[in-house]
């Protein structure tokens, strides 16, 4: 990683709202093997290899941000384990966990390739990740994923327990596809010793599907749920809109996702750095910085005075609904361009 230490450790990055970034998500690819509906139109097309960063522009940009005091990093995509080259550049991330530059290195997969990937994750230094997974059932798994297969990513994710990862199973809530499941996908969750956090679904980019007739609130998933399960509210908070709750019955924690019918935006902590090396500055905001620019044209130092414009106009919160058209309230991107 490129030798930052000309620059301050003395200026956290403070937002104008006086919200410290602490928190850095990274999509490595916009690639991914799936095609989940709700997160991708079946025909993407993706960027051209030229546009991403190379794993070293990545490195020497997320060095300025631990250098301003980020202290959790988050893999994710596209799928972050299809990348070529990524666990090297995992196992270099590590380091700085060792190094105690930061506290967490952690990524989101769709745990196709955790099969291959689980002993060298640990070894690099990663103690937890999310596995989205919204059915546990294999044809429907196919059919919302349209190429993913269920047996594939259970091997994925039983090897990655048995390599001694924490796993959250991150399941997106959608009405009239996978709403009957929650409470089976709960009992599985817990029942293995995985946290299960629900999320609804958000309106990011056209995938050719109704967002209005799959999107379910989770107020009423919770509500449902609450007519089987004890669910007391835990006062934890990562900085991101996630409620958390304890099931009595199973001892597991439950989080809700819910940016669509809440936002927590006050106690934001991230900022999310795309693979072509934007840096969007809030989930559901259209708001960003171009650091890949910055860095080709002015290296490090360039990177980390962009860094201040960021925080300038980072937005207060987000804004998504489902009533209005985009732009505004909804983002054009897809999620796979931020990774959630
Ligand atoms: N491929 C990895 C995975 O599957 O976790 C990482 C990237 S994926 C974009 C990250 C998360 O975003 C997944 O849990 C996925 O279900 C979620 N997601 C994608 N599109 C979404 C949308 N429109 N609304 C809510 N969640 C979405």
């Known amino acids: 990683m490129k030798d930052v230490s000309a620059l301050s450790p003395q200026r956290p990055l403070v937002d104008s709202y006086r919200r410290a970034v602490t928190y850095l998500r990274v999509s490595v ?14 025909d993407m097309t993706f960027l ?24 959790k990093l988050r893999l994710t995509g596209g799928e972050p384990l299809v990348r070529r080259g990524i666990m090297e550049f995992i196992g270099r991330l590590g380091r700085q966990i060792e ?7 952690t990524l989101t997969t769709n745990g196709s390739q955790l099969a291959k990937h689980a002993g060298a994750l640990v070894d690099a230094g990663v103690r937890r990740i999310n596995v989205s997974l919204d059915s546990l059932d294999p044809g429907r798994f196919a059919t ?9 990513v259970m091997e994925g994710i039983a090897a990655a327990e048995a390599a001694g990862l924490r796993i959250k199973i991150n399941m997106v ?47 009423q998933v919770r509500d449902r749920l609450a007519e089987r399960f004890s669910l007391s509210r835990l006062e934890k908070s990562t900085g991101g809109p996630a ?25 934001c902590n991230r900022v999310r750095l795309t693979c072509t090396g934007e840096l969007f500055l809030c989930l559901g905001q259209e708001d960003k910085v171009n650091l890949r620019d ?16 960021a925080m300038a106009i980072k ?26």
């Open 173 to 219: 809530a959608l009405k009239g596809i996978n709403d009957d499941e929650v409470a089976g996908m709960l009992e599985w969750a817990h029942g293995r010793g995985f946290d299960l956090t629900l999320i609804e679904g958000m309106p990011m980019g056209d995938v050719g599907i109704s967002r209005t007739d799959t999107y379910l609130p989770l107020k």
């Open 294 to 309: 910055a860095y080709r044209e002015g290296g490090i130092a360039a990177v980390d005075t962009a860094l201040d414009h």
């Open 243 to 267: 409620r958390y709750f304890r099931v009595a019955e199973t001892g597991g924690q439950l989080g809700f996702i819910t940016p669509m019918s809440h936002n927590f935006c006050e106690s």
């Open 144 to 152: 919302i994923t349209r190429r993913g297969r269920l047996d594939q």
């Open 99 to 105: 190094r105690e530059r930061i506290d967490e290195l």
């Open 48 to 71: 051209p290899k030229r546009e991403v960063l190379s794993f070293e522009e990545m490195e020497a940009i997320i060095g300025v941000f631990i250098s301003r005091g980020v202290r």
């Open 315 to 340: 937005p207060k919160g987000h804004d998504f609904n489902l009533d209005r058209a985009v732009p505004q309230g909804t983002v054009g991107r897809h999620m796979s361009m931020t990774g959630g």
């Open 29 to 42: 690819t916009d690639r991914c093997d799936f095609r989940c509906t709700y997160c991708m139109a079946e």
